[in-house]
């Protein structure tokens, strides 16, 4: 555990090199252990290695289904892929091997919105903010993705609504949910107001298409 943040660090890729060989030799050790093959893809997923990282955390899953974490980095791995058909069927099972992590549901709705199910994702992200009352940052993000799928049924007064319900909540530091309300704002016709918000949200995490947003004027 302590080499991880080195891994995430990537300063030093003999150290890298090593760890991940290390973990290798484990799951050849102990190769119908689940531990094995969760502290090799935690090696892999430390290092950036995200298409090795995955392939030993489905072996892990198929050997022992009951770590959430592996679950989680699991999926967020095919997040960053945009591998949203296997999110959707993986975050599904999720939530059934986890019915009371909310975290599953926010990876079905964010899934659930890329495919244009926004029913689907609406039901799964407004059961999880009834059991996240006590998380700040994950009710942030779940209130974020509600708005997007709101968006993408072209509702753009409830997603307005959500939005302004959360900004005095935190919502006014969430870069996601200042440049989303900037985008229900653009489609209501208040483009100056949008071009504030998304000036906002790049003020907190910089992206370029946030700056293309904010010099174009238009989503």
């Known amino acids: 555990m302590p080499y991880f943040p080195k891994l995430d660090a990537g300063n030093d890729p003999a150290l890298v090199q090593v760890l991940l060989d290390l973990g290798l030799l484990v799951e050849k050790a102990h190769f119908s252990d689940a531990k094995a093959w969760s502290l090799s893809g935690d090696l892999f997923y430390h290092a950036n290695r995200l298409?090795?990282?995955?392939?030993?955390?489905?072996?892990?899953i198929k050997l022992s289904p009951n770590v959430f974490s592996v679950w989680e980095n699991t999926l967020d791995i095919l997040r960053q892929q945009q591998n949203y058909d296997d999110m959707l069927r993986i975050s599904e099972q999720a939530m059934d091997a986890f019915p009371n992590q909310?975290?599953?549901?926010?990876?079905?709705?964010?899934?659930?919105?890329?495919?244009?199910?926004?029913?689907?994702?609406?039901?799964?992200?407004?059961?999880?903010?009834?059991?996240?009352?006590?998380?700040?940052?994950?009710?942030?993000?779940?209130?974020?993705?509600?708005?997007?799928?709101?968006?993408?049924?072209?509702d753009y007064a409830a997603a307005i609504s959500r939005y302004e319900q959360i900004l005095p909540k935190g919502g006014d530091k969430h870069p996601g949910i200042l440049e989303h309300y900037g985008d229900a704002l653009f489609q209501r016709g208040e483009s100056g107001k949008a071009i504030e918000y998304w000036q906002k949200a790049n003020g907190i995490r910089k992206s370029p298409a946030l700056e293309q947003k904010i010099s174009s004027g238009k989503l």
């Open 51 to 60: 298409p090795e990282a995955l392939e030993k955390y489905r072996q892990c």
């Open 102 to 154: 909310p975290r599953s549901y926010w990876y079905y709705g964010v899934a659930a919105t890329e495919k244009g199910r926004y029913d689907d994702a609406l039901a799964s992200l407004e059961q999880a903010l009834l059991m996240s009352a006590g998380n700040t940052g994950l009710r942030l993000d779940l209130t974020d993705q509600v708005g997007l799928a709101l968006l993408g049924k072209k």
